[in-house]
């Protein structure tokens, strides 16, 4: 069974910047792709960046892109999301996913991703 576990959340001004960290435990060879989703209040999940764990190929939703960095560290099995110039709007409840569709998949749709983190909140004020 594969646990992801993320941390690094917390409140932070604009402009600042946050690293997230998630870590996955168990058996994770048959998951090829991961990513990073987002839920802000009262919205549904979306898409904000995700890596193939194999090649490090990256896509990056158009809100976050040249802001926030996806990469992951294959020896210690770890994902982060280097968040820097934050935005009132980066304010959600942040969650690490991994995928076992076909291995060049970084896809956007939540469906095709599971196991999920629990998540940690990040709190952007302006």
């Known amino acids: 069974q594969v646990q992801l576990v993320e941390s690094g959340g917390g409140l932070v001004q604009a402009g600042g910047s946050l690293r997230l960290s998630c870590a996955a435990s168990?058996?994770?060879?048959?998951?090829?792709?991961r990513a990073w989703f987002r839920q802000p209040p009262g919205k549904e999940r979306e898409f904000v960046a995700g890596?193939?764990?194999?090649?490090?190929?990256?896509s990056y939703s158009d809100s976050v892109k040249g802001r926030f960095t996806i990469s992951r560290d294959n020896d210690k099995n770890t994902l982060d999301l280097q968040m820097i110039n934050l935005k009132s709007e980066d304010t959600a409840v942040y969650y690490c996913?991994?995928?076992?569709?076909?291995?060049?998949?970084?896809?956007?749709?939540?469906?095709?991703?599971?196991?999920w983190g629990q998540g940690t909140q990040v709190t952007v004020s302006s």
């Open positions: 168990g058996r994770t060879a048959s998951f090829y792709a």
């Open positions: 996913a991994a995928s076992s569709m076909p291995p060049t998949y970084i896809g956007p749709t939540p469906s095709n991703y599971g196991p």
């Open positions: 890596i193939t764990w194999s090649k490090g190929t990256t």
